[in-house]
């Protein structure tokens, strides 16, 4: 899967389809679903169109049994990105990182959500050079890209924002929800299981 799944927000079953695909890149990256998730999303809540991150990571937290680090009151940056990055890759086992963050690009694709394997590059839209993190990413294009991007970002409206995290929020709940809690509660009933002997 060298191509981005890439689905406009208008598009009619957006959700749906934004689910399937990501449950696609989930299959392809861990077939046998013995590596839980750890959700990052990267973002500030200081900048409209930057806080596509913080959104989906206060929305998606209590709708899944799994670690989310960036929300609105505790966000990733670039600040802290590089702690965060390191906290998460000393975990074990090495869980499957899932990286949000909101991205700049052509007039024609803004409003849409892109998923696909491999890492995220965090600030490469406002020329930031910034670790890469994560196994697979979901990138919202919030606006476009070419000029003034530090501009551009702070004033992306809201309401765009809001609703790209919306639906990034429950597509990939549901997603983790169907791919991973099936073999999560084997997992504990087993630890239970094996704790009361």
């Known amino acids: 899967m060298e191509e981005k799944l890439r689905v406009s927000l208008d598009k009619p079953g957006s959700i749906a389809l934004l689910q399937k695909n990501i449950l696609a890149v989930l299959d392809l990256l861990n077939p046998a679903k013995n590596r839980c998730p750890v959700i990052v999303c990267i973002g500030t809540d200081r900048c409209t169109g930057d806080a596509l991150g913080p959104l989906v990571g206060t929305k ?3 709708m899944i049994p799994f670690e989310v680090y960036g929300t609105l009151s505790e966000p990733v940056h670039a600040r802290n990105l590089i702690s965060y990055r390191e906290k998460v890759l ?3 086992p090495l869980p499957l990182i899932i990286a949000i963050d909101a991205s700049l690009g052509p007039m024609n694709r803004v409003g849409s959500i ?3 394997p491999g890492p995220l590059y965090p600030g490469r839209g406002v020329k930031k ?3 890469p993190i994560g196994d697979m990413h979901i990138t919202g294009l919030v606006n ?3 000029f003034w991007e530090h501009l551009v970002l702070q004033s992306t409206r809201l309401d765009l924002v809001y609703r790209m995290a919306q639906s990034i929020s429950l597509a990939l709940a549901g997603a983790c929800r ?3 809690l099936p073999s999560y509660k084997a997992k504990r009933l ?3 299981s094996f704790n009361k002997l």
Request: aromatic share 10%.
């Open 60 to 62: 998606i937290n209590p």
């Open 90 to 92: 000393a975990q074990k």
């Open 114 to 116: 892109n998923v696909g």
């Open 129 to 131: 050079e910034l670790p």
């Open 144 to 146: 476009i890209s070419g």
């Open 178 to 180: 169907r791919f991973f």
């Open 190 to 192: 087993q630890k239970k």
